[in-house]
């Protein structure tokens, strides 16, 4: 029998197909990452919960033999995640690759996904569009990354934890002053929200509340303009004033729209423009 890879609601339980309820309920075997989650799912939709075993990141290795076995022998396997589709910033990616090295069937029953459904609100319009699962911690790679995809027309879209969401905007904002920005927040929830703007606009959106929920960010970068110059008389009169270069260099980024990583530099090295 094939896996069963089975996408299951972000948010509002109400969110799942026909076709997915029918899979779970004919299923020998579920694998979820939180039981209680499942249990809460199952039961809503009275389907039995005697047959869940949790999959998850500290003993994946360990019991996928167990499930490659129960496969070969024909039992209805079925994979689902806490929220959206399965593999997507979880542990099923282990079990799927095993299960296709065993040359084991697999069937896709679709579900929502968070960032997908955050790309259809946002507006933004996009040659393309990258997921990065959740963004680096690194604040030189968040750098990296808004400048790479700076002018290509690519939408950047990644999920974040409350309690980082405000230090990344202000790396955004340093970077790319003017980037458009949708916070998506509690997708399908009772408190789902949609803030949008620069990133200035946002973290004064944020820094009026407590930060809850699970949040997913949608960028579209500004086009990269063709002269990267600015007026260095201005450096220099901040300068003479006594103003620190960190600042200085904020202040000629968000006027000028260049990455203020870039005027830090300049200014470090005393470079004359």
Not at 87 to 114: K, T
């Amino acid at each position: 029998m094939p896996l069963y890879i089975v996408g299951t609601p972000i948010g509002n339980l109400k969110d799942i197909t026909i076709r997915a309820i029918e899979i779970l309920a004919q299923s020998d075997l579920i694998l979820c990452e939180s039981r209680e989650k499942a249990i809460v799912l199952l039961n809503k939709y009275n389907i039995r919960a005697n047959n869940i075993i949790t999959f998850r990141e500290e003993n994946k290795k360990r019991i996928t033999p167990q499930i490659i076995s129960e496969l070969k022998e024909n039992k209805n396997v079925s994979l689902i995640s806490d929220a959206g589709m399965p593999s997507i910033s979880d542990p099923g990616m282990y079990l799927i690759d095993e299960v296709h090295r065993n040359f084991i069937e697999i069937r896709c029953i679709p579900g929502p996904v968070a960032f997908a459904s955050a790309i259809a609100v946002s507006g933004f319009t996009g040659r393309e569009s990258v997921f990065l699962g959740f963004v680096p911690r690194n604040k030189n790679e968040i750098r990296e990354i808004i400048n790479f995809y700076r002018g290509r027309g690519t939408l950047i879209v990644f999920y974040e934890s409350p309690k980082r969401i405000i230090g990344t905007m202000k790396i955004i904002s340093e970077e790319d002053p003017q980037a458009d920005i949708l916070i998506a927040r509690e997708i399908t929830k009772l408190y789902e929200e949609y803030i949008r703007g620069k990133p200035e606009h946002i973290i004064m959106e944020l820094s009026k509340r407590e930060v809850k929920g699970e949040i997913t960010v949608v960028i579209k970068p500004s086009q990269r303009k063709e002269s990267n110059t600015y007026d260095w008389r201005l450096v220099q009169i901040m300068l003479d004033e006594g103003i620190r270069t960190k600042e200085i260099a904020n202040i000629i980024s968000r006027y000028f729209g260049v990455p203020s990583r870039s005027v830090y530099n300049d200014i470090i090295k005393g470079k004359d423009h």
